[in-house]
């Protein structure tokens, strides 16, 4: 993914865990499961620390899954 300039950031939120996937910009872009982080503010600050250290453009979209449902797409294979 590096080799772009934007990577979008879903995330599908809960009480506890919220579920994270990333695309690579454009319409062939991947599209990837990240997996899970705990809800709690540091740990949203650690996610997007490591993905900053990409030196991409970040974007991020809340409540990603139902998008992906409508594309026909599952995160995490269930």
């Known amino acids: 993914m590096d080799r772009n ?3 979008f ?3 599908d939120v809960a009480k506890a865990r919220h579920a994270v996937a ?3 910009e454009g319409r062939q872009g991947e599209v990837r499961y ?3 982080i705990d809800a709690d503010p540091e ?5 997007v620390a490591k993905l900053v250290q990409r030196n991409v453009r970040l974007h991020f979209c809340y409540e990603f899954a139902a998008v992906l449902r409508l594309r026909g797409l599952e995160l995490g294979g269930s």
Do not use: C, I, N
């Open 43 to 47: 740990s949203v600050r650690r996610l």
């Open 34 to 36: 990240w997996g899970e």
């Open 5 to 7: 300039t934007e990577l």
């Open 9 to 11: 950031v879903g995330l």
């Open 22 to 24: 990333v695309a690579q």
